[in-house]
């Protein structure tokens, strides 16, 4: 079975551009969650999915992120304009229902000079 | 506001015994679970404690107690490839009906020959 996938799998870019990151879950997943894990941290829920609609995005800083779930299966998160504060790793998790085990992807990891 | 404690360190020697504890200051708290993350890696699943008790996965064991807000991880016959970070990280029922997880900073083990 394959696992979460994510893409870039790093990205270096300068405040205030925008950057964009994909996630396409494990098949038959409904859930699908984005977190940022900062160095030293936990992850962070950012957003959370039920197919493709929006379960819970109160962590997510909407003046300059957004996300979406394309037709419940993969999803887009955006960063526009980005801060330095902003450099972490975004995780991609799936799981078979909000209960279940989540399975997360390998991250991508955001610099931001 | 929702938050967990865990050591940050914790440092043992090969085919020792070593248990990471985890309280938790929660509100809808549904369960605990447990998540493995090696450096530059993403974090894996390893326990969770739905009720309270012990349960037991090969080498591993996780323990609950609700009354006591607290529960650890138990790792037994350690191995060089159990160094890494561990997240205590608990199930809960947001406002909005949501189930998700809240984690910790995590703990850093380091095994020793």
């Known amino acids: 079975e394959a696992g979460v996938a994510q893409s870039p799998r790093y990205k270096i870019i300068e405040k205030r551009q925008s950057v964009a990151f994909w996630c396409n879950p494990i098949?038959?997943?409904?859930?699908l969650y984005w977190y940022q894990q900062i160095l030293g941290q936990g992850p962070k829920l950012l957003i959370q999915f039920q197919n493709n609609g929006v379960v819970d995005d109160s962590q997510l800083p909407k003046d300059r992120f957004s996300a979406e779930r394309l037709k419940g299966v993969d999803s887009t998160l955006k960063i526009q304009p980005a801060k330095l504060e902003d450099s972490a790793v975004y995780l991609c998790?799936?799981?078979?229902?909000?209960?279940?085990?989540?399975?997360f992807g390998p991250g991508t990891r955001l610099l931001v000079l | 506001g929702q938050s967990l404690e865990q050591p940050s360190e914790v440092t043992a020697v090969e085919g020792a015994i070593v248990q990471i504890n985890c309280t938790y200051q929660t509100s809808g708290f549904y369960g605990l679970s447990w998540y493995q993350q090696h450096d530059g890696g993403a974090p894996t699943f390893l326990s969770y404690?739905?009720?309270?008790g012990l349960e037991e996965t090969g080498r591993f064991s996780s323990f609950l107690s609700r009354s006591d807000s607290y529960g650890y991880l138990l790792l037994q016959e350690l191995q060089m490839k159990d160094s890494a970070s561990y997240f205590c990280a608990a199930l809960l029922i947001s406002s909005g009906s949501a189930r998700q997880l809240t984690f910790g900073s995590g703990t850093q083990l380091t095994v020793l020959p």
């Open positions: 998790a799936s799981s078979l229902g909000q209960d279940e085990t989540q399975y």
């Open positions: 098949s038959g997943h409904a859930t």
């Open positions: 404690n739905g009720l309270d």
